[in-house]
């Protein structure tokens, strides 16, 4: 797998382990929570698109609270722009979220860290559109 299907299949993959999360249905929830933190590099850090970083840590003790919490949300990617080096990649995309009759879309830049078996998360900024 080259380096751009590496961050597409991060990207693509984490959308769809989040909604199954939003949904609440899986039969394994921890193995799911373990999946889903295991595309993170150590010092992941976030800027919503509020404005407000979020760490790895901060997350991770947010996903419990809203595990089933949107049972009818999905998650649409569109426009996913890849750049890369050797080592690390640049993931540009909009993400739209709908909920019941509520659509949100942020544009949102992620920087990964890429090895020899996956593309991490290393730093993911998003701006309400």
């Not at 569109?78 to 909920?99: K, P, V």
């Amino acid at each position: 797998m080259n380096t751009t299907e590496k961050i597409s299949k991060e990207v693509k993959g984490f959308h769809e382990d989040i909604e199954k999360w939003f949904h609440g249905q899986e039969k394994d929830q921890d193995s799911l929570y373990t999946k889903l933190l295991s595309g993170f590099a150590p010092g992941f850090k976030m800027v919503n698109g509020n404005g407000d970083t979020i760490s790895l840590s901060a997350f991770a003790e947010w996903l419990p609270g809203v595990y089933g919490k949107f049972p009818e949300r999905r998650i649409i990617l569109e426009n996913i722009e890849i750049t890369h080096t050797e080592s690390h990649g640049l993931a540009s995309y909009i993400e739209i979220q709908i909920t019941g009759d509520s659509t949100t879309r942020r544009q949102s830049s992620a920087v990964f860290l890429v090895n020899e078996e996956k593309a991490i998360w290393l730093h993911l900024i998003e701006h309400w559109i």
